[in-house]
């Protein structure tokens, strides 16, 4: 699954006539990159959900078929969910086995092949070192465990393997994925690892900007 439904307030006016996972980086959209990486790593099976103009994203990957996956849409259409509502919106779509999450807004050459298909425990995410603009993490790793703190907070990438049980006690309606992990963490039942190749959170004009001037020198 590929979060597309957030509104992007914090890139506006980009955002204002074109839904942010549709913003370029190295001439090709936030989204058709994880699409792509997708698709290579063998997953074609894509749910992406959607809100905010979201028709846009719906007109530009279409079924998927020019990408060699096929895509289903979860149209939010009173408004964005949410990280957590939107997920379990869409679990009809994802059916009964674990799967992969990961942000639009995200810039990575994360290999999703590495992830494991069964995650130990409720939930596996993909942790990266704290950026400049969140330097006090969100979770602790330890032993491929993670928990609420410790002593090495870690920022969670937006990738992540959910199964559709970490959700059983979720109601419809808009939440954020945060305290659903932390509670399974308190349990015991959320897996991490460390991640140090490329990642950048696509969170503001500035950010995209700089992320394009990177990506155009390494070309």
Known sequence: MILAAGRGERMRPLTDTVPKPLLRIGGQTLIE???HALARAGITELVINHAWLGEQIE???GDGDAYGVSIQYSAETGGSLETGGGILNALP???AEPFIVVNADIWTDFPFDSLPSSPDGLAHLVM???PEQHPNGDFSLSNGRLSQSGPAMLTFSGIGVYRPEL???CSPGAFPLGPVLRKRMDAGQ?????????WFD???AERLDAVNRVI???Q
């Open 33 to 35: 990159r994880q699409v």
């Open 202 to 204: 696509i969170g503001t």
């Open 93 to 95: 779509l994802l059916g």
């Open 167 to 169: 959700f059983a006690d």
């Open 190 to 198: 959320v897996s991490g690892e460390r991640f140090t190749g490329s």
């Open 59 to 61: 007109k530009a990957l």
């Open 216 to 218: 155009i020198n390494l």
């Open 128 to 130: 990266v070192d704290n």
